[in-house]
C-alpha cells in the first residue's frame, strides 16, 4: 500500500501566506509589497521540499504564483534556483506541480499588454508544450509503473489560526487549510490493475490525458527557464503585483449607481423549491461581488488575448462552464484551443472544415477530445482603431460529434453567405491562407473597409433547409449574443453566467458608441439602438475611471422602460411590475442633489421630471388617489396639479362627454395624439404664450397631423377646446408638464452641477427627444418625426449664446441609422419594411425616410399568413388548438392581437378565456420576447379605413393611379398599425380575418412574396403547449404593462393562484379608478380593493418576497385613503413601512398615540412630522387631564417650549394644571400674575422655595393692589379681592416706599383726606403725576372740599390751593401726548394695551398700542360700553371691553376734564356760600344779625375792629384762589 506523506511548513511561511486573501490585512500596495517580501523571505529559510513549497504557492491565492515567479527581489532569484534544481533532480518523473506552475507563468505571460516586450519564442514554446501535453498521458512520465507507487505528497487539513503579523516561530506547523486537501487527488488512474495513485492536477490542466509524448519532461525544463527568463523584463513584475492587488482589494465601485450594494446576483433567478408560487420559476444562483463584475468590464476594454479578436456565444460560454467544476480537463483543452486561435496558431487539429462542401462561409471545428468539438467560423466586421475593419474569430460553442447536424450546419454556412459575395471573400481568403500555412508560424487576421449591409442579398445559397432548422438559424445567427475574448475571460467565465457579460456589437453600432460627440440615432424595433446607448455609457465611464479615478462622468439615461432603470431583483416582485411603484431611498429628492455616486443614472422620464420639479417647487400628482398632505401641505394645494390626464383618464372621463356628432368616424387615441403630439407638443407651441396652437395654425399642420382632411381637423380643434373646459381644473397633461419645467428651465437654468452625457430612449414616447422608431409612433399622444427633431436641435444650436456670440462653432448632432434587425427573421422584417415603404410613398411626411431593414436570417417560409373569410368561429377554436391533444387555447408566448377594447370582450366570450388577447396599443412595447407569435385577428374587418381607401392603394400600386393622400388619409395610421401589429412577432404571424377586408392588402403582400394565404382545406392547428415557468414569465411582462387581466391569465395557467389574484385585485383597482368622483359605488369599489389588497399581503406573509407584500400594503392605504377609511389605511401603511403615510392616517384618524409612535420611532417626513405633533400637543391639551398633559409635553422639546405652547394657544387653566403637576409653583404665581388672580399668585409664591419668590411675591402684590384701586370706582369700595390683598400685604416682605405706597392706596379706598393730601402734595413734589391724579382726586370726593365753608381762611385757602394744584394736573396729563401710556397711569385709569400679548404688536416700529382693554372698573367703562359698536361690545356688561387707542385715550381726556370741571362746580358751590368769602354787613355796622341767633346767616359775622389790613388780604387772596380755581373749567367735555 502506498504510504503518505506529512508536509509540513513553518510558521513564518504559514503566517506569511495567510496574508494572501481578499480583502485581508493587504488593503495598500504598500502593504502588498510588505507582504511580498515576507513571503519571499520566509521562502527563503523554508526547509520544505521545493514542490511543496510551490505547492503551496500556486493554491493559495490567484496570481499569487506569478507574483513569486516574477519578483525581482533576491529571495525570488533564490527560489527560482530551486525550482529549475529540483525539477533537474526529478527530471524522470517531475512532479505534477511543476507542470501546473509551467502552464500558469507561460499562460500568464502571453497574456501580458502589447506595450510589454516579450519575446516570439516564448508564444511559441507555450502553444507547442500545450499541444504536447494534450497529446499525452502524463501518468506515463509521473509514475513508475514498475515499481510501488512512489509516497504522495498530502496536505492535511486544520483549522486556520489567528495571524501572527511579523512574529516568526521556529516550530514547524502543517499547511493551513488555505491549501485543499490532497486526499481529493487519489483518485486511481485508468490503469487500475496497477493500483497506481495518480498526483494533483492543476487548475487549468487536467492529469488523465491520452496518447504519448517522451520528450515532455525536457519540453517542461526547457520552458520554465524560457519562462523565467521572461519574467525578468521591465514591467513584469509591476503588472502581476498590480493583476494581484486587484484580487486582494476589489474596488468600491458598484454596478448600480443609485443604491450602494456590497453585492449582486448575476443571473435573475427565484427561490428554490420551498417558496410558494416562486418556486415554479427558480433556477441556480451564481451571487458574485460587484467588484468582480466591474474588474470584468474594465478588463473587456483592454488588449485582447491575441491578435485574433475572438467572440463567444453565451450558450457557447454555458457549455464551457458546465466543464468548470466537473470535467476540469475538458475545460482546460477547450481553454487552451481558444486561446491559440486567438494568438493565430492554427492547426489541421483546430481548424478542419466541418464540411468538404461548403455553400457559403465555411465553418470550422476544433478537434478537443472525446468525442468534442468546438465549432466557430472566420468572420469579418470588427472594429479596429482605424477605419478599417477585421476578420475575427466566432465561436458558437462546443458540441459533441451527436449533437452536429451537418444539414444545420450546412444551412448557417449558406445563411451567413446571404451577406454578399465581398463578404464571403473576406472570411474565405483567410481560411485558405491559414490552410496553406498550418504547419507551423502564426497567421494574422487582415484589414478591410466595412461593409454596408445594403449589399447583402436577399436570400441565402441555394441550399435546402428544413422547416425545423429556421427558427433555430434564427436563434443562433441573429438573437444569440456573442462575447468578446479578453485577457480576463476565462476566470471569469468560471464566476459569472453567460448573460452577465458584455456581448460583441457590429461595426456600425461600435460606430455610434465610440463617436466623440452628440448624435442621433434612427432604427427600428430590435436594431441595437438602446445597446448602443448602453454600451456607450459602460464604455466612457470605464474610460473615464481609468483615465482620472477621482473624476466621475454625470450620465444621464433615460426612458420609459421602468426595467432600464431599476435594480435587478431577485424573483417574481412586484416592484419589477407594478409600473406606478416607486423605489424609496435610491435617488434624491432633488435633481440639484443628485451626487457623483449616483452616477450612471438610469430614470424613467417621469422619475427625471419629478426629481427637476422638485427644485423648482414644481407640484405634479399624476395619480388621482388622496395622497398623505399635512395641514400645512394642504394650505399649498394651489400649486399642486392633479390628476394626470393619460389617455386612459381621457378615454374614460373625457371622451364621453363630448359631442357625439364631432366625435363621429374619430377614434380617441387618434384625437388625444393630435392634443398632445400637436396642438400642445409641437415646436410651433413652445412660442405661444397659451402654450397651444391657435385653431388656424392647427389646420394649417398638414405634414404633422395624422388626419389630411381639413374638416377633421377642423372638429378636433372644437374637441380640443371642450377638452380644455371638460377636463378637472387642477388637472394637467404630459404637455402641460413639459410647458412648466421648459418655463422654469428657461428661466432658472439647469439646477445642480452640469449633466455631461444626456441618452434618452424610445423618444417617440416622450415629447422630448433622442433614439427612436417613427414608424412606431402609433404611441398615444405622439406625433413624433425624426427630421424634425433635427431641424429644431438644428435651429436651437444656431440660436445658442455662444453661437450667435462668436464664442464657438455650431455642433450639429451626427446622425445614425441602424438597418439590421436582431430582433426577427426576413419573413417579417421583409412584410413590414413593405408596410414602411407603401407609407413612405403615399404619406411622404408621416415617417423618417430611411434605408430598407435588413434581417440577419432568412426565413422566408414563415412569412405572415392569411386566413380571410373565415367566418365560422369553429374554425377559429379549432385554429388555437393544440394539434397533439386538441386542446383549445394558445401557448405562452402566442398574442391574440384585436383592434379596440370591445373586440376583445367578444372573442373573450366567444372562445372563453385560453388566450392571452391585446389590443393593438396594448401591444405596443410587447416586442422583447425571443419567440412570440401573434395573431392579428380582424384586423382589417374592424379597420375604421374602407374597402375604397384600401382599393385606392391597391390601384395606386398596381395600375398606377394617383393617390389622394387626404382623402384616403386613415389609412396613414392603419398602415403604422399594421406595422406594430407585424412587428410584435419575432417567429410567426398569423392574419386572421371573417371578412374578406383584408383581402386587398393580402393581395399586395402576396403578390411581392412577402406574405402567404390560407387556400383551404385542413384548419392548422397553431397552439403549443408551455411550461409553468414560461405562462409565469410572460405573466410578468403583460404585468408590467398593466395588463392586469392578461397577466392574471397567465399567473392561472402558471399555477400560481397568489399571484393571479394580486393580478385581479389591480385590474379591479384599474376599473375603480375609471368611476367618476360623484359615482356612488365608488367607494364600496374602492373598499373592496383595499380589503383584498390587504388579504393577500396578509396571506403572502410566509411565502412571497417582502418587497411585493409591502407594495400590496401601500396599495391597500391608498384606497382606503379614498374611502375614507383613516385607521386601516394608516395600519396597511403601518405594514407597507410607508412611515410618514400610515403616521399621516393615523392622525386624520383621530389615534394620535399611534400617530406619535412612529413620528418617534421611524423617519417621517419633517413637515408632516411636525403636523402631527402639533395637532397631537392640542388634542392631548384638550383632554385636561395630567396624563395627557404629560403626553403632550413629550412631543417639545422642553418644558418650557410646551408651557409656551400653551400660553401661545390659549390654554390658561391646562398651563397651571401642568406646572401644578410638577410643582412648578414660582411659575404658577406668575401665570396666575400674568391672569390677574393676585391673591393666588401671592400664596403660589409663598409656596415656592425659589429665592426669589418672596420678592416677586411682594411684588405681585403692590401689583394687585394697584390695579385693584383704579380712578373713582374704588372709592369707598374695597372689593374681597383688595382686602385679601391688604390683608396678605401684613405679612409680606416689603421696603418701606412699599408699605408708605399700601397705606397710600388704603387711604384712597377709604378716602382719608388727610393721608390723601399728605401723598397728594408728596407725589407732586416727586412728580408722580399717576400717583397725584390719584391722591388729589380721592382728596376731592372725600369730605375735605366741605372745609370751604370754614370761617377759618387758612383752611380754606389749603384746600383751594390743593384744588387749584388738582386741575393743574389733569391738565398737565391731558395735555401730555400718550399720556394713558406714562408709567403707571393704565392702572389709574383701569385700562391695558390689547395688543401687548399679540403678534400685531411686535411689527409696530415702537410698540404702539393699536387697541386699549377696558376693565369693568375702569371709571370710563360704562361710557365705552354706552358707545361702542354692537359688534365691539361683550356679551355681558361686566366684561372687558376692547376698542381702538385713540377712541379710548379721548374717553379718558374727557372723563378727566369732567372730574375736574365738576370739582370746579363744587368748589364755586362752596365758595358762594362760605363764611370766608361774604361778610355779614349788618353785623359788621350794627354788631347785630338777627340771623346769627337764629342760625339762618351763613355769612362771616366779624366786628369792625376784627377787620385788620391782613385779614383783608387774606380774604382777598381766597377770592383770588377760587378764580384760579375756577379757570379750570373746560367747556365742551361731553361725550
Known sequence: ?????????????????????????????????????????????????????????????????????????????????????????????????????????????????????????????????????????????????????????????????????????????????????????????????????????????????????????????????????????????????????????????????????????????????????????????????????????????????????????????????????????????????????????????????????????????????????????????????????????????????????????????????????????????????????????????????????????????????????????????????????????????????????????????????????????????????????????????????????????????????????????????????????????????????????????????????????????????????????????????????????????????????????????????????????????????????????????????????????????????????????????????????????????????????????????????????????????????????????????????????????????????????????????????????????????????????????????????????????????????????????????????????????????????????VAVVLTLYESKGMEFDDSRKVLLFNFFTDSPATATDWRAMFLARSEGRVFDDRRHSILQSELKSLYVGLTRARERVWIWEESSNGCIMEALLTGSSLATAYNGGLIPQIAVINHEEEWAEQAQQYFAKNLFSEAAFCFQRAGMPWWMAVAQTYKDRQEAMRLAEKDPSRSSKFREVAQTFDRLAQGGQSKEDQESLRLLFSNAGECYIVVPDHLPAAVAFLNARKYTAAAYQYRMAGCFDEAVYIVKRYTVDPEVAENIKYAAKVSYTKGKDTASLHKASELCDSKDEFVDFLVDHGFEDQRIDFLDSIEEHEKIAQVLWDDGDYVNAVLRFRESNDPSSPRQGSQCLLEGIRSSVPLVTSYENESGVLSELFKLSRTAVLTPDEKAEIRFLRAVVNLEAAELKQYGQRCLDKQDLPGALLALDAWTQSTALESVRSTQDDEVAEVLLLCQKFGAVINDIVRTPGFVDLPGMQHVFGVSNTSSKEPARQAQPQNIALQRTIRACSFIHNVAWRVADREEQPRNRADPLTLPTNRVDDMIRRALLRRLNSVVELVDEFARKSRAFEICQQFLIYQQCGGRDEGSCWKDHILEKDLTTERFNSRFRLHILVIAVLNNFTAGTSD
Open 1 to 913: 500500500m502506498a504510504s503518505t506523506l506529512q508536509v509540513i511548513l513553518s510558521d513564518d511561511l504559514e503566517t506569511a501566506l495567510a496574508k494572501f486573501v481578499p480583502q485581508g490585512p493587504i488593503d495598500s500596495r504598500a502593504t502588498l509589497e510588505a507582504a511580498i517580501f515576507d513571503l519571499l523571505d520566509a521562502l527563503k529559510s523554508a526547509n520544505a521540499d521545493v514542490a511543496s513549497l510551490l505547492g503551496a504557492i500556486a493554491y493559495k491565492t490567484s496570481g499569487l504564483l506569478e507574483v513569486v515567479i516574477a519578483s525581482r527581489h533576491e529571495a525570488a532569484f533564490t527560489f527560482r534556483s530551486r525550482v529549475l534544481k529540483a525539477l533537474q533532480k526529478s527530471s524522470h518523473y517531475p512532479n505534477p506541480i511543476f507542470t501546473t506552475c509551467t502552464e500558469r507563468i507561460g499562460a500568464f505571460l502571453i497574456s501580458l499588454p502589447p506595450w510589454i516586450p516579450l519575446d516570439q519564442g516564448i508564444m511559441t514554446k507555450f502553444h507547442a508544450f500545450s499541444a504536447n501535453l494534450a497529446s499525452t498521458d502524463t501518468t506515463e512520465y509521473f509514475v513508475n509503473k514498475n515499481a510501488e507507487p512512489e509516497p504522495v505528497e498530502q496536505f492535511p487539513m486544520k483549522p486556520s489560526k489567528t495571524l501572527q503579523l511579523g512574529k516568526r516561530h521556529q516550530r514547524a506547523s502543517s499547511v493551513s487549510s488555505t491549501i485543499q486537501d490532497a486526499g481529493r487527488y487519489l483518485t486511481k488512474s485508468r490503469r487500475a490493475s496497477t493500483g497506481v495513485l495518480k498526483p494533483p492536477p492543476s487548475p487549468t490542466v487536467a492529469t488523465n490525458r491520452s496518447g504519448a509524448g517522451p520528450a515532455l519532461p525536457e519540453q517542461l525544463r526547457e520552458c520554465l527557464e524560457a519562462y523565467f527568463a521572461a519574467c525578468l523584463e521591465d514591467g513584469v513584475e509591476d503588472y502581476a503585483d498590480t493583476n494581484l492587488f486587484q484580487l486582494l482589494v476589489p474596488p468600491a465601485i458598484t454596478l448600480r449607481p443609485q443604491e450602494p450594494l456590497n453585492e449582486t446576483t448575476l443571473e435573475s433567478s427565484l427561490p428554490l423549491p420551498g417558496g410558494g408560487d416562486l418556486a415554479r420559476l427558480s433556477s441556480s444562483q451564481s451571487t458574485v461581488p460587484l467588484h468582480a463584475i466591474i474588474r470584468y468590464l474594465g478588463d473587456a476594454t483592454k488588449p485582447k488575448l491575441g491578435e485574433w479578436p475572438v467572440v463567444v456565444s453565451q450558450r457557447g460560454i454555458k457549455h464551457v462552464r458546465k466543464y468548470v467544476s466537473r470535467d476540469k480537463e475538458t475545460f482546460s483543452r477547450i481553454e487552451n484551443t481558444i486561446r491559440q486561435l486567438a494568438m493565430g496558431m492554427f492547426s489541421s487539429s483546430n481548424h478542419a472544415k466541418l464540411m468538404d462542401h461548403h455553400h457559403g462561409v465555411p465553418i470550422y471545428a476544433a478537434e478537443l477530445g472525446r468525442s468534442l468539438r468546438l465549432l466557430y467560423h472566420i468572420d469579418f466586421g470588427a472594429p479596429t482603431n482605424s477605419k478599417l475593419e477585421s476578420q475575427f474569430i466566432r465561436i458558437f460553442g462546443v458540441f459533441s460529434t451527436a449533437e452536429i447536424d451537418l444539414n444545420f450546419w450546412m444551412a448557417v454556412s449558406a445563411q451567413l453567405g446571404r451577406r454578399g459575395p465581398d463578404y464571403i471573400r473576406r472570411c474565405k481568403d483567410q481560411g485558405d491562407q491559414v490552410l496553406s500555412r498550418r504547419s507551423g508560424g502564426v497567421v494574422s487576421p487582415q484589414l478591410f473597409p466595412p461593409l454596408d449591409v445594403s449589399q447583402w442579398s436577399g436570400r441565402g445559397a441555394d441550399v435546402e433547409i428544413e422547416d425545423s432548422h429556421r427558427l433555430e438559424l434564427h436563434r443562433i445567427l441573429s438573437l444569440e449574443k456573442f462575447v468578446p475574448l479578453s485577457h480576463t475571460f476565462f476566470e471569469a467565465i468560471q464566476r459569472f453566467t453567460e448573460t452577465s457579460f458584455m456581448f460583441s456589437v457590429s461595426g456600425p453600432e461600435n460606430r455610434i458608441i465610440n463617436h466623440p460627440s452628440s448624435c442621433l440615432v434612427l432604427g427600428r424595433s430590435g436594431t441595437g439602438k438602446t445597446t448602443c446607448m448602453l454600451f456607450r455609457i459602460i464604455g466612457l465611464d470605464v474610460a473615464a475611471k481609468k483615465s482620472s479615478p477621482s473624476h466621475t462622468l454625470r450620465q444621464v439615461f433615460v426612458t420609459q422602460s421602468r426595467t432600464l432603470a431599476r435594480r435587478p431583483v431577485l424573483g417574481l416582485s412586484l416592484l419589477d411590475m407594478d409600473e406606478s411603484a416607486e423605489e424609496e431611498g435610491v435617488l434624491p429628492p432633488k435633481f440639484s442633489d443628485l451626487e457623483d455616486s449616483h452616477f450612471p443614472l438610469f430614470l424613467t422620464y417621469d422619475q427625471l421630471c419629478k426629481l427637476v420639479e422638485a427644485d423648482f417647487d414644481l407640484q405634479f400628482q399624476p395619480s388621482s388617489l388622496p395622497s398623505p398632505k399635512n395641514a400645512r401641505a394642504r394650505a399649498k394645494q394651489s400649486s399642486v396639479r392633479q390628476p394626470l390626464v393619460d389617455f386612459d383618464y381621457f378615454d374614460s372621463k373625457v371622451w364621453p362627454h363630448f359631442n357625439q356628432q364631432l366625435k363621429k368616424g374619430l377614434h380617441s387615441a387618434l384625437v388625444y395624439s393630435e392634443f398632445m403630439g400637436i396642438i400642445k407638443g409641437s415646436e410651433a407651441a413652445l412660442s405661444k404664450s397659451s402654450r397651444y396652437l391657435g385653431r388656424t395654425e392647427y389646420e394649417k399642420q398638414s405634414n404633422r397631423s395624422l388626419l389630411g382632411d381639413n374638416n377633421d381637423r377642423s372638429k378636433i380643434y372644437t374637441l380640443f377646446e371642450a377638452y380644455q373646459k371638460l377636463r378637472p381644473s387642477a388637472a394637467y397633461d404630459v404637455a402641460d408638464r413639459v410647458h412648466a419645467l421648459m418655463n422654469s428651465l428657461r428661466e432658472n437654468g439647469v439646477p445642480g452641477k452640469p449633466i455631461d452625457f444626456l441618452y434618452v430612449d424610445e423618444a417617440q414616447d416622450n415629447l422630448i427627444i433622442d433614439a427612436a422608431h417613427t414608424a412606431q409612433t402609433i404611441s398615444v399622444g405622439s406625433a413624433f418625426k425624426f427630421s424634425e427633431l433635427k431641424a429644431f436641435l438644428y435651429r436651437l444650436e444656431r440660436n445658442d449664446a455662444g453661437v450667435r456670440g462668436g464664442g464657438r462653432l455650431p455642433v450639429d448632432p451626427n446622425f445614425f441609422q441602424l438597418s439590421t434587425n436582431y430582433r426577427s427573421h426576413s419573413g417579417i422584417v421583409n412584410a413590414a419594411a413593405f408596410i414602411v415603404k407603401l407609407l413612405d410613398t403615399y404619406f411622404k411626411h408621416s415617417i423618417d425616410s430611411l434605408a430598407p431593414e435588413v434581417a440577419h436570417v432568412d426565413v422566408d417560409i414563415h412569412r405572415p399568413e392569411f386566413f380571410s373569410g373565415m367566418s365560422d368561429r369553429a374554425d377559429f377554436k379549432t385554429f388555437i388548438s393544440e394539434p397533439a391533444t386538441d386542446t383549445r387555447g394558445l401557448g405562452a408566448r402566442q398574442v391574440i392581437i384585436v383592434r379596440h377594447e370591445s373586440a376583445a370582450n367578444d372573442l373573450r366570450a366567444a372562445i372563453g378565456r
